[in-house]
């Protein structure tokens, strides 16, 4: 009999949380799943609609809106919380309200006596997860950004529709920023265990052609998307709910979430998303992968770019 219950606290109920939150209940992922947010009575209505489907669910949740006191014994808090830019207002701006906006999330989470894991989804979600790590002060291992996860899987889809395969086949990740500067490390990309640059084979330009614009693709994606419907949240719901699983099901899952880099490589000092191991601990490691010098050149801008968009926020 399972004693310890799996407990899940969200920060930030609106789209993106709510689709996690849905995606968490349909997937029986936790026991216990709390919904904070600054307006309390969106909370509440969340939480009282995701109750009303309980009677349909796979297992049985217990799922409330709470307070900031009920991290205490959750195993993660993710954060889901943002602010949208106003007119005018410039990037940085607007990052350093999120940081403000964070320091009134972080500093009651860690109050409380929360000694989990740290899960962010906000953009721009390496500086923020960054963020989240100085106002924690928690070991970087057990704070985790959901970084290119959702990026890799958009790959996988692409590349599993260009190759006729499924995407479960496909080992191929998104690394660097969640953002403009991320890249694949095509050298690092398999169908099964075969090179996928060596399936291009004959068809060589025209592949590598195709290869590029499924690159492009899912590096606008999301902006796409936002032209279409104004925000993207299924599918960031569904990337947090993988993370999720492979923590409180210690899993030792690679995926590739936003990690402190500590030498990995030749980066320090930075939030970026890259193959990583994912088990009950948070970041067990960050996968060594044999980068080409190009790609390592790729991941070296990436980081740069995040690092001076940090130094601007303190
Ligand atoms: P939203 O506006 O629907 O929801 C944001 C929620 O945060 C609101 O309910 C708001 O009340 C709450 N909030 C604001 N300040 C708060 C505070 N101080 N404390 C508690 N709650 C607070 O936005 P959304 O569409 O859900 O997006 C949320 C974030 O997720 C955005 O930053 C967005 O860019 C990001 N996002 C990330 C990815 C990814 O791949 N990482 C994908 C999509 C969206």
């Given at each position: 009999m399972r004693v310890d219950k799996r407990k899940v606290v969200?920060?930030?109920?609106?789209?993106?949380?709510?689709?996690?939150?849905?995606?968490?209940?349909?997937?029986?992922?936790?026991?216990?799943?709390?919904?904070?947010?600054?307006?309390?009575t969106r909370a509440i209505g969340e939480a009282m609609d995701l109750n009303h489907g309980l009677a349909f669910?796979?297992?049985s949740m217990t799922i409330y809106a709470g307070e900031y006191s009920d991290c205490a014994d959750?195993?993660?808090?993710v954060i889901c919380a943002g602010v949208a830019q106003k007119p005018g207002e410039t990037r940085l701006d607007l990052l350093k309200r999120n940081a403000q906006v964070f320091r009134s999330i972080i500093d009651p989470v860690t109050s409380s006596g929360f000694n989990g894991i740290f899960l962010v989804a906000t953009n721009p979600v390496d500086?923020?997860?960054?963020?989240?790590?100085?106002?924690?002060?928690f070991n970087p291992r057990r704070v985790l950004g959901s970084g290119t996860a959702l990026d890799t899987a958009?790959?996988?889809?692409?590349?599993?529709?260009?190759?006729?395969?499924?995407p479960r086949n496909v080992h191929a990740y998104v690394m660097g920023?969640?953002?403009?500067?991320?890249?694949?490390?095509?050298?690092q990309a398999l169908l099964a265990t075969k090179p996928i640059l060596e399936l291009c084979g004959e068809n060589d330009a025209v592949c590598r052609e195709r290869l590029d614009q499924i690159e492009e693709e899912v590096r606008t994606a999301a902006y796409k998307i936002i032209e279409a419907k104004n925000a993207t949240y299924y599918g960031i719901g569904m990337a947090l709910t993988r993370i999720t699983k492979a923590i409180l099901g210690d899993e030792h899952s690679v995926l590739t979430v936003s990690a402190m880099m500590r030498?990995?490589?030749?980066q320090r000092d930075v939030f970026v998303g890259a193959p990583c191991i994912i088990n009950q601990n948070g970041i067990q490691k960050v996968l060594p992968l044999s980068l080409t010098d190009g790609?390592?050149?790729?991941?070296s801008k990436s980081c740069d770019t995040l690092r001076e968009s940090f130094e601007g926020i303190f």
């Open positions: 969200i920060v930030g109920t609106g789209m993106v949380g709510m689709s996690y939150a849905y995606s968490l209940l349909n997937q029986s992922v936790c026991d216990e799943l709390v919904l904070i947010d600054v307006n309390k669910a796979n297992a959750a195993d993660i808090v500086i923020m997860t960054r963020i989240t790590c100085v106002l924690s002060g958009r790959l996988r889809y692409l590349l599993g529709e260009y190759l006729k395969v499924d920023e969640h953002g403009d500067s991320e890249f694949v490390p095509w050298s030498g990995d490589f030749g790609e390592m050149e790729k991941m």
